[in-house]
């Protein structure tokens, strides 16, 4: 990947981290920790690698998104704003009352969400179905699949791990949001998920490692993916909750709640600041 499309990289992250917290601010309440250590995951499936048309977003030969952690759907709301399927002035209006936006994505009525989610564990199942449903009708598109490291605490989770490499669905491509906080506190305190790459080997994946904040690293992975044959694919991304925000960073009580003003202008100073740094 040349320094241009990296640095055009590194600018739409920043810009999806001014959508989250335009988002939740303006809501009053949603997450912003987990939507901020993905932002760069966000940018990098949006803009390089997924096979998308926003002005044909239910195209049959499109690649499959699923936000399995569909708490974090204010990043992907920003994601798809600025790929172009809704205009981003919808982003004010998130949870509000009548508007596109719900809490978490909703795919009868938001352009580009594919599937529903929200239920910790049940996104996975849901893409294992259409990597499936995609190799039974001879199709190539691919399924991409972002959990969050508490979520797969889950047990279905695994199950559909399980049945994907049962199936050999080398069409599918999950992506670990791997930030080490979840609502109650350090993942490893609450139920340890290590080693995780020899879980998801011993279910029959091939597994990659990846800075999550790091495009020629994140490339290298997902070219690892598209390579793979036979397997599913499992992308560990290492991340940091609340990633852009000084004061977000690594602090496990800004899971789930909304910047109060003062929060907001020092976190949008600081994301600006570091967008006019890109420019």
């Not at 039974?136 to 969050?148: A, E, N």
Request: proline content about 4%; glycine content about 12%; charged content about 20%.
């Amino acid at each position: 990947m040349d320094a241009e499309k990296i640095q055009a990289l590194r600018r739409m992250a920043a810009n999806i981290r001014l959508g989250v917290l335009e988002g939740v601010y303006n809501a009053k309440s949603g997450h912003p920790g987990g939507s901020l250590s993905s932002a760069d995951l966000f940018a990098y499936l949006y803009f390089h690698e997924l096979h998308v048309d926003p002005q044909n977003p239910k195209c049959p030969s499109r690649d499959r998104f699923v936000l399995s952690k569909g708490h974090c759907a204010p990043g992907l709301y920003a994601a798809l704003a600025h790929k172009g399927y809704f205009s981003p002035d919808e982003l004010k209006k998130l949870r509000h009352i009548g508007a596109m936006l719900q809490g978490h994505p909703d795919m009868k009525g938001t352009p580009g969400v594919d599937m529903s989610t929200g239920s910790l564990g049940q996104g996975i199942s849901a893409a294992v179905g259409m990597a499936l449903a995609g190799k039974m009708d001879g199709q190539d598109y691919r399924v991409y699949c972002l959990l969050g490291d508490g979520e797969i605490q889950e047990g279905q989770v695994w199950e559909a791990c399980m049945f994907a490499a049962h199936r050999n669905l080398d069409n599918l491509c999950l992506v670990l949001d791997y930030n080490g906080l979840q609502i109650d506190g350090d993942v490893a305190q609450v139920a340890g998920i290590e080693p995780l790459g020899g879980k998801f080997q011993s279910f029959g994946f091939e597994v990659a490692q990846a800075d999550g904040h790091d495009f020629e690293s994140l490339e290298q992975a997902f070219a690892a993916a598209q390579s793979c044959k036979g397997k599913p694919f499992a992308i560990i991304a290492k991340t940091v909750k609340g990633k852009g925000v000084s004061f977000m960073e690594n602090q496990a009580g800004w899971h789930g709640k909304a910047p109060n003003e003062e929060q907001y202008h020092k976190a949008m100073d600081e994301l600006n600041a570091a967008l006019a740094q890109l420019a």
